[in-house]
């Protein structure tokens, strides 16, 4: 499988914003990098994904490095609806024919205070 | 313009009985993964499948649990006598087709077995 890293926790103040790493040092050349969240008793909803060029949609944007090894996720104001798990995760596509056969791992759980 | 449907919400079992989870993925999607999240556990793949075929099920115990997707109605999960072990929210997603497309996921079924 693939590895992706991401702290386990962070904080973050309502109104500012959110910045979630994730090292993904182990992709592949052709794999996008996406990302996920979970808020609690939902299904994942997903925010963003991205090759090598930075991407922004109207949930995030995110950062990666030109190595391709890490990602950041930028939450640019962050609102207490944005308390949710968040998952980075590298497809790790196996031979084509299972592209929705992700890995989750634990993610980083953001809490956004008042 | 619906997301992915899932139902129940809740399900509950007695040991032994069977479960049955329905899923109907977004209009226009014609390929359906199924996700277990077992208590604080992650996310973990258990099928891929398209209309009629069942293309990646490597993730679905060996026993008990079967999937499918027919060419009319939602797709069905299906656990035979359940033990207190299935208890798990079991969601679903769905793609328009494979490649770099993000999976849309529904709430999930949340089965307990008693």
């Known amino acids: 499988d693939a590895k992706t890293t991401q702290p386990p926790s962070m904080d973050c103040a309502e109104g500012r914003a959110a910045n979630l790493p994730c090292n993904h040092s182990?992709?592949?050349?052709?794999?996008?990098v996406y990302w996920y969240r979970q808020i609690h008793s939902q299904g994942p909803q997903y925010i963003i994904h991205?090759?090598?060029n930075n991407e922004t949609n109207e949930m995030a944007s995110l950062i990666i490095t030109e190595d391709r090894k890490s990602s950041t996720l930028i939450l640019p104001h962050a609102t207490l609806r944005d308390t949710a798990v968040y998952y980075c995760?590298?497809?790790?596509?196996?031979?084509?024919?299972?592209?929705?056969?992700?890995?989750f791992g634990q993610g980083t759980i953001l809490t956004v205070h008042p | 313009n619906a997301g992915v449907m899932q139902n129940p919400r809740h399900l509950v079992r007695r040991r032994g009985q069977e479960a049955r989870l329905r899923c109907s993925p977004m209009?226009?999607?014609?390929?359906v993964y199924w996700y277990r999240q077992l208590p604080e556990e992650g996310l973990k793949f258990m099928v891929y499948?398209?209309?009629?075929?069942?293309?990646?099920e490597s993730g679905m115990p060996k026993e008990r649990f079967s999937a499918e997707f027919p060419k009319e109605g939602p797709s069905i999960l299906r656990i035979q006598q359940v033990v207190r072990g299935d208890s798990a929210a079991y969601f679903c997603?769905?793609?328009?087709?494979?490649?770099?497309?993000?999976?849309?996921f529904g709430n999930g079924t949340r089965l307990t077995v008693t």
């Open positions: 997603a769905s793609s328009p087709q494979q490649g770099n497309s993000p999976l849309h």
């Open positions: 182990t992709i592949s050349g052709n794999e996008y």
């Open positions: 991205g090759l090598k």
């Open positions: 995760i590298d497809p790790a596509n196996a031979g084509g024919t299972s592209y929705g056969k992700l890995t």
């Open positions: 209009k226009g999607h014609s390929h």
């Open positions: 499948l398209q209309k009629e075929n069942i293309i990646d």
